[in-house]
């Protein structure tokens, strides 16, 4: 089987956190990235031998690869999702897809016009214990599943972090950085959507600017519900 010849677009943190599983998978290659920085784009040529470019519209048109995994600050990634769509390049998206439904209905009809498969990772309803917890649900041994708890106590807000990730209009804060990974596991867990929800996130600190915490209800019906709760101003 032919390797997925991959591009990157955003050499930040959340590709370095992804780094290490897509460098070790022998079924990807590391082909080539896109970013502003020059030093960025230096180092990961050194480190691969792969072509760098200077624009993600750039990379996209890139003839040479077949997937392209959009690492890019939030509020980007309707623009790059587009971009890789028209060039008919497959796409990994980091979560989360989008900041508003406008925006994600638009990446899913770009996706289909260009014919090319869209996901939104890193995700860990691929994580072994969350499927052998959906698989264990299934199997009716235990009864159905009647409540999903999640609670997550972290230093979150107080770490390094670039300007858009202390602002709410470009995807900062705890809302979009952290739900979404509760809100698909305990999706998973339920094996349906939520019919509703309902949740509370303020700003606890004026110097950071976002929100840092949140809790929220999720009714999946039939009995089943959901509470998240998060908080990134300490643990």
Not at 6 to 17: C, H, I, N
Not at 43 to 60: I, K, M, N, P, Y
Not at 101 to 118: F, S
Not at 199 to 208: C, E, F, G, L, Q
Request: aromatic share 6%; net charge positive; glycine share 10%.
């Amino acid at each position: 089987m032919r390797r997925i010849r991959l591009g990157v677009a955003g050499l930040g943190r959340a590709f370095m956190l992804m780094l290490p599983t897509l460098a070790r998978d022998t079924r990807v290659e590391m082909a080539a990235c896109a970013d502003p920085r020059p030093e960025a784009r230096a180092r990961f040529a050194q480190d691969f031998g792969a072509r760098t470019h200077d624009s993600v519209e750039a990379l996209c048109a890139d003839p040479g690869l077949d997937a392209v995994y959009i690492a890019s600050p939030h509020q980007l990634h309707v623009a790059h999702v587009r971009a890789a769509a028209a060039a008919g390049k497959h796409v990994l998206v980091e979560k989360p897809m989008a900041l508003t439904v406008e925006d994600g209905l638009a990446m899913i009809a770009a996706a289909r016009e260009g014919g090319i498969h869209l996901i939104v990772g890193h995700s860990h309803s691929f994580d072994a214990p969350y499927l052998r917890a959906r698989d264990i649900i299934r199997s009716g041994e235990y009864g159905a599943v009647r409540m999903v708890t999640a609670l997550n106590f972290t230093d979150y807000l107080y770490r390094p972090r670039r300007p858009e990730e202390l602002d709410t209009a470009r995807g900062g804060g705890a809302i979009f950085s952290q739900a979404p990974h509760q809100v698909e596991v305990a999706r998973l867990l339920a094996g349906r959507p939520a019919r509703s929800i309902r949740a509370t996130a303020t700003v606890w600190d004026r110097a950071r600017g976002t929100e840092g915490a949140f809790n929220a209800l999720l009714d999946f019906g039939e009995g089943l519900s959901a509470t998240l709760t998060y908080n990134g101003h300490g643990h």
